[in-house]
């Protein structure tokens, strides 16, 4: 599974095509993932993400296209290094947690006493240390999340693949995931992370690709999708009212606070040399790059659903 040039992605994904009958789903998609990198795989309901990893991993048979993990197809025989967490979650949910994850970590390699080892550290960092030997079902939804992402990573997998890891989770157990998947990329891992919570790819990926109606709409890092869909916005609290100007244009603007595009050529002084002139009172002014929720409205529209796909 390993590639062996370091130059060369770990994920190859060159000109996919996928049809089902006579429905096209994925439309000539190309896009690579470097190794190490933790890479954000986002789209709207119908995108495509689904069905894209899903020929990634061989489960579907592609139109036409290379997708490639390691310079080659994927085989069975490299389960051993891939960690994939599915959007359908399948645990055993009426045997007892230690029992499953250790059945789990055998399938994967390891012993039997590593396994338990392993996953009794597992269960005391994500707080269901007391939990080991209930059942499954006796679990809520979220813990038996937290077991489902375990046994995912518990073979130290060379290559992660989330989806939608922390659907559901409140804040304090979503940071809790996303340390853990942050220590899995500091321990050489690369990670393909689909999700909709669009701090967790600001705060983690290095590079993002937008799906629509099976085509890329935006990829590369964070920083470069944000230029493209707007770039540096001004977002400032006032009172007054914002005058039309050929320096801006106003994006939104209720109840005292509002968000400014600036213009080719105008910087934040013009702009707020501009509203002092015509008597508005900044009370706070920001410059800040037009946020990935941002650039998700703008793709795929105010009204349409961020769901999976």
């Known amino acids: 599974m390993t590639s062996g ?17 006579d429905t096209t789903v994925i439309k000539d998609l190309s896009f690579d993932v470097r190794a190490g990198e933790t890479f954000g795989f986002l789209g709207s ?44 979650r399948g645990l055993y949910k009426k045997e007892a947690v230690l029992d499953v994850m250790v059945y789990f970590g055998r399938l994967k390699g390891l012993d039997k006493n590593r396994a338990k080892a392993w996953s009794r550290d597992y269960l005391e960092r994500v707080g269901l240390a007391d ?5 499954l079902d006796k679990l809520s939804g979220g813990q038996q999340q937290k077991i489902q992402l375990g046994v995912t990573i518990m073979n130290g997998p060379e290559l992660l693949i989330l989806d939608e890891p922390t659907k559901g989770f409140d804040p304090v157990n ?23 919570q669009m701090e967790e790819v600001e705060r983690l990926c290095d590079r993002v690709i937008l799906l629509k109606d099976g085509t890329s ?17 001004y977002r400032l609290t006032y009172t007054g009212v914002l005058p039309p100007s050929a320096l801006y244009d106003i994006v939104t603007a209720a109840g005292g606070h509002a968000e400014l595009s600036p213009r080719p050529g105008a910087d934040e ?28 409205i703008k793709v795929y529209g105010e009204t349409h659903e961020l769901a999976e796909a």
Do not use: C, W
């Open 174 to 196: 979503r940071r809790l995931l996303m340390d853990i998947i942050e220590d899995q990329k500091l321990a050489g891992a690369t990670v393909i992370m689909v999700t909709h």
């Open 5 to 21: 040039d370091a130059a060369e992605p770990l994920v190859h994904i060159q000109d996919f095509r996928m049809d089902f009958g």
């Open 269 to 296: 002084s013009d702009v707020l040399r501009e509203l002092i002139t015509h008597g508005v009172a900044v009370k706070s002014f920001t410059t800040a790059r037009t946020s990935l929720e941002e650039v998700f």
């Open 131 to 135: 939990k080991a030997n209930m059942r």
């Open 45 to 88: 309901n119908g995108s495509g993400k689904t069905t894209t990893l899903r020929a990634l991993l061989g489960i579907y048979q592609p139109t036409a296209g290379t997708l490639h993990i390691g310079g080659r197809p994927f085989a069975p025989q490299d389960g051993a290094k891939l960690g994939y967490l599915p959007e359908e």
């Open 217 to 233: 709409r935006a990829y590369g890092t964070v920083a470069q999708v944000q230029e493209q869909f707007g770039g540096t916005v």
